[in-house]
């Protein structure tokens, strides 16, 4: 059985930095992701790694950097400089559907809320 868990979450002050932690279990993946949905919109993309490459969205670039355990089959999004529209929740997610922005993936994890303050 297939399970992503986060781990990392939580408040933080405007230009301050979290570490997102998602430990993937029952099988390995190349392709991992990070969405985010905050309250009334819809969920977007923030960040993927296929291997080793990193991809993101514009909103975050130069802020957040995804890398992979692959030892731990875990993934991480690191995110500095954090601004109070980051204020969201985050969710793993594992084996995309096409493309790796889309939010069109086979397994999610239950989200971890991350809250940036002013």
Same mark, same amino acid.
């Given at each position: 059985q297939v399970q992503l868990v986060e781990s990392g979450g939580g408040l933080v002050q405007a230009g301050g930095s979290l570490r997102l932690s998602c430990a993937a279990s029952g099988r390995t993946f190349t392709t991992m992701a990070w969405f985010r949905q905050a309250p009334g919109k819809e969920r977007e993309f923030? /960040? @993927?790694i296929?291997? $080793?490459?990193?991809?993101?969205? =514009? $909103?975050?670039?130069? %802020?957040? #950097?995804? #890398? %992979? =355990? *692959? /030892?731990? *089959? #875990?993934?991480?999004?690191?995110? *500095?400089?954090?601004?109070p529209e980051d204020t @969201?929740?985050?969710?793993? /997610? /594992? =084996?995309?559907?096409?493309?790796? $922005?889309r939010a069109q993936y086979i397994y999610w994890g239950q989200g971890t809320q991350v809250t940036v303050s002013s």
């Open positions: 923030v /960040a @993927a296929s291997w $080793s490459i990193g991809a993101y969205a =514009d $909103s975050v670039k130069g %802020r957040f #950097t995804i #890398t %992979r =355990d *692959n /030892a731990k *089959n #875990t993934v991480f999004l690191q995110m *500095n400089s954090m601004h @969201a929740i985050y969710y793993c /997610a /594992a =084996d995309p559907v096409g493309s790796v $922005s």
